[in-house]
């Protein structure tokens, strides 16, 4: 399977946009996302669409690189 947001966490990178590595996986409407903290997984799974880009085609954290 492929890692959304390059294996980093979609959570820290809204709250400080920060590109960590994530340890922790989740799934969302067929993508995997990775977590840096059993608390941003939480997060991220009690209101993904706040951390999930509105389009496809935008990688938050590719686009800080």
């Known amino acids: 399977y492929a890692v959304a947001f ?5 959570v ?3 709250r400080s946009q ?3 590595e ?3 996986l989740a799934e969302h ?3 995997f996302f990775m977590f ?3 608390e941003n997984h939480d997060a991220f ?3 993904p669409a706040r951390y999930v880009p509105k389009s ?10």
Not at 6 to 10: A, I, V
Not at 56 to 65: I, K, L, N
């Open 12 to 14: 820290q990178f809204v």
């Open 56 to 65: 496809a085609a935008v990688d938050r954290v590719a686009s800080t690189r």
């Open 18 to 20: 920060q590109a960590v």
């Open 29 to 31: 409407e067929g993508h």
């Open 6 to 10: 390059g294996g980093c966490d979609p």
């Open 22 to 24: 994530g340890r922790f």
């Open 45 to 47: 799974k009690a209101n």
């Open 36 to 38: 840096a903290s059993r």
